[in-house]
C-alpha cells in the first residue's frame, strides 16, 4: 500500500535560518503529492502540490520538488519567520482508480524562535 | 466560502456515552472524508464519501463507530458506546476531485 515517511520532529530553528523537511514515499504509478500545515488550534491547510515527475510546488517562500528517481518531496524554505512555527504533513494520493483519499506522514512539527 | 464547519470544537464525555461529531462540507465538494489524529498514530483515514455515499469505511476502528451522510450539506460520526482511547481530534475535510482536501478546524474529543 501506500505510505509517508517524514522526519520526526520536534525541529527548532532561529529565525532567517534554512529549512528542510525530508518526505519519502512509497506508492505504485504516479501519485500526487502535497504538503499541509497545521496551525495550532486549526485544522490542517493546504501549502503546495505537485502532480508529476520533477514539478515543484511552492507557496509563501515554500518550495518542494516531485523527486521520483528518489521517491521524494522535500519541503525547504531560504528564510523561516516565527510564523512559520506549525506542524508539516507530507501527503501522498494515489493514481489507481478509487484513489482518492490522502495518506499522511506523521508530520513534523517546526518551532522558529527569534 | 466557509470553510469546512464542524461542532462541537470540544466535547467531553463519561465513557459508554454517546458521541456525535457534525460536519457541513463545503458546497459543491462531492468528496467528505473523516479523520482521527492522536498523538501516537497521527491522521488515520476513518471513512470517506462520495455523492453521500460510503466509498470505504476500512479505517473505522471497530463496530462502535459509525458515520451518515444523509445529504449533500451535512455529515455524522457517531461513537456509541464512548472509551477514552477514542479521546482524539477527529477531521472532517471536503473536496472536489481532483482538488485537494479543505479541513475543518475539528472537534477535540476526551472520553473520562
Known amino acids: 500500500g501506500n505510505s509517508v515517511t517524514q522526519m520526526e520532529g520536534p525541529v527548532t530553528l532561529s529565525e532567517e535560518a534554512f529549512l528542510t523537511i525530508n518526505c519519502t514515499y512509497t506508492a505504485t504509478g504516479y501519485p500526487s503529492l502535497f504538503w499541509y500545515v497545521q496551525y495550532p488550534g486549526e485544522g490542517l491547510q493546504l501549502l503546495l502540490k505537485?502532480?508529476?515527475?520533477?514539478d515543484k510546488g511552492s507557496n509563501k517562500g515554500f518550495e518542494a520538488t516531485y523527486r521520483k528517481e528518489t521517491t521524494s518531496f522535500h519541503l525547504e524554505k531560504g528564510s523561516v519567520q516565527v510564523s512559520d512555527s506549525a506542524v508539516y504533513f507530507c501527503?501522498?494520493?494515489?493514481?489507481?482508480?478509487?484513489?482518492?483519499?490522502?495518506?499522511f506522514g506523521k508530520g513534523t512539527k517546526l518551532s522558529v524562535i527569534p | 466560502d466557509a470553510g469546512v464547519i464542524q461542532s462541537p470544537r470540544h466535547e467531553v464525555t463519561e465513557m459508554g456515552q454517546e458521541v456525535t461529531l457534525r460536519c457541513k462540507p463545503i458546497?459543491?465538494?462531492?468528496?467528505l472524508f473523516w479523520y482521527r489524529q492522536t498523538m501516537m498514530r497521527g491522521l488515520e483515514l476513518l471513512i470517506y464519501?462520495?455523492?453521500?455515499?460510503?466509498?470505504?469505511d476500512s479505517g473505522m476502528p471497530e463496530d462502535r463507530f459509525s458515520a451518515k451522510m444523509p445529504n449533500a450539506s451535512f455529515s455524522t460520526l457517531k461513537i456509541q458506546p464512548s472509551e477514552p482511547r477514542d479521546s482524539a481530534v477527529y477531521f472532517c475535510a471536503s473536496s472536489l476531485d481532483p482538488a485537494p482536501l479543505h479541513f475543518g478546524n475539528g472537534t477535540r474529543l476526551t472520553v473520562t
Open positions: 458546497s459543491g465538494h462531492d468528496y
Open positions: 505537485a502532480t508529476k515527475a520533477d
Open positions: 501527503a501522498l494520493r494515489g493514481s489507481g482508480a478509487g484513489s482518492y483519499q490522502l495518506t
Open positions: 464519501f462520495n455523492n453521500n455515499v460510503p466509498i470505504d
